[in-house]
Every structure is written in structure tokens, then in C-alpha cells.
């Protein structure tokens, strides 16, 4: 997608966006732009208001933003413009950017606008968005030349898009197999490299703990390592993404709420879409990235309630229920992450517990680490770009939670209490004491309600988050 900076709107038709910073209601001096005055008793910039005037052949779309505005409230006000009013755009576009708007605000409310494009009826006809013509260029008018910023908010947009697409099209869509080929295809497209093992490769090296949650579905599940290894990185990251493409519970089946089960790999989702990202903005960073990606389903095969199984790491694992699968495939991603990478900084997400969302509800995601500089660096990233992290004790007093009589751990602890803590120390357990590792439970920010969609539906939480995080190491 192009940029282009334009000096004035001389000869110019077409769609204007003028962000404006709010006034007061009863101020006498009107906005004013283009030849258009806009009295303060129909619009002063309030935050969340629009104003739309015809003129000139141009249609001018005055939008509030309030005094005072985040990176996710401006990216929210344009992802709503986009997506709500667009009727409202042509095939040419300018937008006017205030001299007061921070860089980073212009990266978000490009990033919102191209959001906006996102359409949830991936098996409807419709209609595709003015931006999303081969020839659509963004045009804008500033002080000064934005074009990196413009195009960095472009492309944080599109590798948010690709996870939105993951985590929603169904799971007869969205299949191991499949996150192994976009991830295949992705990495040729923007540079970095993918190993993918099968099941008969996973059974080789031990794989164990991964395979036995797959082995109940007739799909083949793919254990996806990702290598992103620019010239002279400053540190080595890896990354590992909960990737249960379905998730029916097992032989502890769901009983409520398993349609919406195919969001389960939105940690995998956000894992790849990150790696997209990293890779697109050329980081230099390297960064090992592993989803493993299976079904959890019921048949005669499937893993049984009591089983005890191995692990990659050796460790045996009594299963005491088959729903508590995803850190079954997160200890052998993390385990063979930190023995054949040996990353720095290791960071895992999932949707791994309802018990997060019990605790943090909706509004932001859990974190678990023994690292305090570790944590700080997330939630603060996490803060410049409004994706919210709590961090959740990991203290050695829940340690009892995971003790099983006849194996090495077990992976529930059967109690209806601090599920999202003794899901972490599972994970703890197979990091091998990694002294900067953190885990981030996503359950509860990853797939949701919002005025975007009449039913629940991707975030992309994490993406972004996760770049950040890098780029203010």
C-alpha cells in the first residue's frame, strides 16, 4: 500500500479526513478548513463525534478527538471511520495530520484505518473496501515527511489483518497443516526461515507430551519452528504460541461454549502474526518462534484421563483432565525451544485458562514471570499501545498444585481455584529455571465482543505487543 504527502488540495477530489482536537461547546470561534466553517454547537472536536461536509467535490470528515488521546483510543476512532462510514470514501483519500499528533499517533491512526478494512463474512459476497484497490494511495498532508511512520502503522495493521483471518475462518479451514503452509509461505514472502515437523518426525525426536493431544484427531499435527536471523542481532528471542486449532475438550469434553473453540490457537496466531511483523519491519533482533499446532479431539484414540505420558523434556505428566491440553503442546514447544536455541528471553502466549478471565475479565491479559525487569519491559510496552498486562504471583507456595504420586508433575490440579497460577507453574516447570521467561495467558483479551462484529471475534492481542516489546529492547 502506497503513501504519498501532497502540499495543499488544490484540483483535489475526493475524501477528506481532518482529525480535530476538541474545543469547547460553547466556543465562538468555529473550526475551520478548507473553506468550511464548522460552528462549535455542531462539532468542537468532542472525542468519539464525527462531522461530515460536502464541497467542493470533496466530502471533508471532521473527527473528534477529545483533549487529550492514546494509541488505542486514535486507532480506535479511525478503525471506526473505516469500517462504519464506508460509503464515505472514494478512491482518493487525503487526510490532514494536526501538527500536534506524536508519531506514534500517526502510525495508529493509520494502522486504525486500515483495520477498518477487515470484514468478519469471509464466506458472504461483499463489497471490498476502497482501500483495498491495487491502486489506492494514501495520500496526507503535514509539516513534515511521514511516509516511514505511515508505513510502519501499514504494516503493523497487516499482520494484525493476517491474525484476525487465522483466528477466525473455522477450524475446517484453519487445520495444522494450514499454519504450517501460511507459515511456510509467509516466511519465504518476508524472510525468515520454517522447519516443519510431522508426526512421524515428532515421534522421532520425542515429542511426546504434543503428540498425545493430537493422537484423537485424523488431522496431522505440525510442530512449526520459525528462525528470523538478521545480520549482527543484538539479542536472541523466542517465542511460543499455543496453537490448538479446535479444542472440544477431549474425553473431558466441553460441555458449554465449544463453538467458539476455534479461537484456541489465537496464541499461535498472534505468535505468527508477530513473526510477520518483525520480519516486514526488519528488527534486529533475532527471534526463534515455535507454534505447535494440533486438534484436540474425540475418538477411540484419544489420550485418556490417568494417562501418564512423556514429554520432551524427559518428564513424565499424570493427565488429570484432557481439557488442560494446550500446556501439554507449550511444555515440548518451550522445552525444545530452550534446549536447541538457548534465546535470552523466552515468552509464551495462550489462551490457556478461564481462570484469567475469572480474575482480569476482558480487559487485559495475565503475567507470569519471576524476572522484574522482564515484566516491567512488558507492561510497559504493553502500555504505549493500550494491550493491557497484569502480572499474576508465581510464588513456589502453588508448586503443590502440579505434584502428581506417580508421575514427575501432572498437569491440573483439580481444584476449582488459582487455575491460571498452577497452569504457569506447569509451564515453569519445563523451562529448565530459564531466568527470563514470562508467560502470558491471553484468554480473556484474544477473542471477544466488540462494536466491530455482531459476534465474538479475533483481537489480534499480542501482535503488536510483542513487537513492541522487541523494539524497546
Known amino acids: 500500500m502506497k503513501t504519498k504527502q501532497i502540499q495543499n488540495l488544490d484540483n483535489f477530489t475526493g475524501t477528506i479526513l481532518i482529525p480535530v482536537f476538541e474545543t469547547n461547546a460553547k466556543s465562538i470561534i468555529p473550526i475551520e478548513y478548507h473553506g468550511i466553517s464548522v460552528p462549535s454547537k455542531v462539532f468542537y472536536g468532542k472525542k468519539d463525534t464525527h462531522y461530515v461536509v460536502e464541497k467542493y467535490d470533496c466530502t471533508h470528515i471532521f473527527i473528534g478527538l477529545g483533549k487529550e488521546i492514546d494509541y488505542k483510543a486514535i486507532k480506535t476512532i479511525f478503525r471506526r471511520i473505516s469500517s462504519k462510514q464506508k460509503e464515505l470514501f472514494s478512491k482518493d483519500l487525503v487526510a490532514v495530520i494536526p501538527n500536534e499528533l506524536k508519531n506514534e499517533q500517526v502510525e495508529a491512526l493509520f494502522s486504525g484505518l486500515i483495520l477498518g478494512t477487515y470484514n468478519l463474512g469471509h464466506y458472504k459476497k461483499t463489497e471490498a473496501h476502497p482501500f483495498l484497490t491495487n491502486d ?10 511521514l511516509d516511514e511512520i505511515i508505513s510502519k502503522g501499514i504494516k503493523i495493521a497487516e499482520a494484525q ?5 487465522l483466528v477466525d475462518l473455522p477450524p475446517n479451514k484453519v487445520t495444522p497443516k494450514y499454519l504450517a503452509d501460511w507459515a511456510t509461505e509467509t516466511g519465504k514472502k518476508y524472510g525468515f526461515n520454517v522447519t516443519v515437523f510431522g508426526k512421524e518426525k515428532a515421534t522421532e525426536i520425542g515429542l511426546h507430551s504434543f503428540l498425545s493431544v493430537g493422537q484423537g484427531s485424523a488431522r496431522e499435527p505440525q510442530f512449526i519452528i520459525m528462525e528470523y536471523n538478521p545480520d549482527n542481532a543484538k539479542k536472541h528471542i523466542g517465542l511460543v504460541g499455543k496453537g490448538i486449532t479446535f479444542d472440544t475438550g477431549g474425553l473431558n469434553i466441553k460441555t458449554a461454549g465449544m463453538v467458539q473453540m476455534k479461537c484456541d490457537m ?9 513473526m510477520q511483523l518483525i520480519a516486514d519491519l526488519q528488527l534486529p533482533y533475532q527471534v526463534t518462534a515455535i507454534v505447535p499446532a494440533c486438534e484436540n479431539s474425540v475418538d477411540a484414540t484419544s489420550f485418556l484421563p490417568s494417562d501418564v505420558i512423556n514429554s520432551y523434556s524427559g518428564h513424565t505428566i499424570e493427565i488429570i483432565d484432557t481439557d488442560a491440553e494446550g500446556r501439554l503442546i507449550l511444555a515440548d514447544g518451550l522445552s525444545y525451544l530452550i534446549k ?11 489462551t490457556l485458562t478461564g481462570s484469567v478471565v475469572g480474575t482480569l475479565g476482558y480487559e487485559c491479559a495475565g ?8 515484566s516491567k519491559k512488558l507492561q510497559n510496552s504493553g502500555s504505549q499501545i493500550g494491550e493491557k498486562l497484569w502480572q499474576l504471583p508465581l510464588w513456589d507456595d502453588y508448586k503443590g498444585d502440579i505434584d502428581s504420586e506417580i508421575a514427575d508433575v501432572k498437569n491440573y490440579s483439580g481444584k476449582p481455584v488459582a487455575g491460571a497460577i498452577s497452569a504457569a507453574k506447569f509451564l515453569e516447570f519445563f523451562t529448565e529455571k530459564h531466568s527470563s521467561w514470562a508467560h502470558l495467558d491471553i484468554a480473556g483479551v484474544a477473542f471477544g465482543d466488540s462494536e466491530f462484529a455482531k459476534t465474538k471475534h479475533a483481537t489480534a492481542y499480542g501482535v503488536h505487543l510483542i513487537t513492541k516489546f522487541i523494539e524497546n529492547l
Open 266 to 274: 489465537a496464541g499461535a496466531g498472534a505468535v505468527l502474526g508477530a
Open 340 to 350: 536447541n536455541y538457548q534465546p535470552e528471553t523466552v515468552i509464551d502466549l495462550a
Open 161 to 165: 489483518l493476517e491474525t484476525f483471518n
Open 136 to 145: 489506492f494511495v494514501f495520500q496526507y498532508i503535514a509539516k513534515e515527511n
Open 367 to 374: 503475567l507470569f514471570t519471576n524476572n522484574d525487569d522482564l
